[in-house]
């Protein structure tokens, strides 16, 4: 079998379009939403996403905002420039580029952010409400997901969903988002025992361990979804995921391709979750 290729920057660019429209409504009411992005050193992986970041901001309608810092600069100093744009009342969602220098204590710098701007969905407070089912910013991988999912009509309710992966950024939580979608949900990692034993079981596989094609066709059952959350080079320097495209494909009934599947999305649910935030804010002014 032949499999259907899930394709994110089609469902992304269908999102995008429609905050293209909530963003210009809110426009007409005086209001622009902003994201402000703080990047630290040279990274550059860091820099060509926040690039994207900045671009597509810009793209749907919204003020964007950069604000680079060196990777000498204090933690102190770095969580003033955070405390700075949750005062700013032009900014609705604050990101912090990760990973960050050594120096600096990551989890300080996410508590640090007010969690009305939290728009990567990180701070403590809102994995909380996730956790137990409330409204919040949900991570961006993992709700970006949900969308690729639910957009491409792959029934959740009652399926195994199998995750490779234990992350906060994503393994954590997208069995989560799944779960409050009444699929059963099996968590694996790197210290599961006969691994293979479980994703064959997966109606739904989702995979984020960060090697290079590590799963394989004979991992998969047949007619699983598999989403590929990897972003590796191959052995010839050419962007891949975890999973083996060519002999999964064979496989599944449906796939993400790597580039052009779970990617596009992040960013995507970015502006949403910024939207969001302008929104919330709007809504809690009228109120007043």
């Keep these: 079998m032949s499999s259907k290729k899930i394709d994110g920057k089609a469902i992304g660019q269908e999102i995008r379009e429609e905050l293209k429209e909530q963003v210009a409504s809110l426009v007409k009411q005086g209001y622009q939403p902003g994201l402000a992005v703080i990047l630290v050193g040279e990274n550059p992986a860091s820099q060509t996403y926040v690039k994207n970041k900045e671009k597509s901001s810009i793209e749907a309608g919204m003020k964007s905002e950069l604000i680079k810092l060196p990777d000498t ?7 003033k420039e955070v405390e700075k744009l949750n005062q700013d009342d032009s900014i609705d969602g604050i990101l912090v580029q990760l990973p ?11 508590r640090a952010i007010s969690p009305e701007k939290d728009v990567d969905g990180f701070h403590p ?3 909380g409400k996730m956790l137990i089912g409330q409204q919040t910013f949900l991570p961006c991988t993992p709700y970006g997901i949900m969308q690729l999912l639910e957009r491409s009509g792959v029934e959740i309710a009652g399926k195994h969903a199998v995750i490779i992966g234990r992350s906060n950024i994503v393994g954590k939580p997208m069995g989560q988002l799944l779960l409050q979608k009444d699929a059963t949900v099996t968590y694996c990692h790197s210290r599961t025992n006969d691994l293979k034993s479980f994703t064959k079981q997966a109606d739904i596989l989702i995979v984020a361990i960060g090697m290079a094609k590590f799963i394989t066709g004979d991992y998969i059952k047949e007619g699983a979804v598999v989403i590929d ?7 010839n ?21 790597v580039p052009g599947g779970v990617g596009p999305m992040t960013i995507t649910m970015l502006l949403k979750n910024t939207v969001e935030s302008a929104e919330n804010k709007l ?3 009228t109120k007043n």
């Design 125 to 127: 407070m809102n994995v």
């Design 237 to 257: 320097g050419k962007l891949c995921g975890d999973v083996d495209y060519a002999s999964a494909e064979q496989v599944a009934s449906a796939i993400t391709p």
């Design 283 to 285: 809504n809690s002014r």
């Design 229 to 235: 959350v990897g972003m590796n080079r191959d052995e």
């Design 100 to 110: 960050l220098p050594k120096h600096i204590d990551e989890n300080k710098v996410i």
């Design 73 to 79: 600069v204090s933690e102190e100093d770095l969580l």
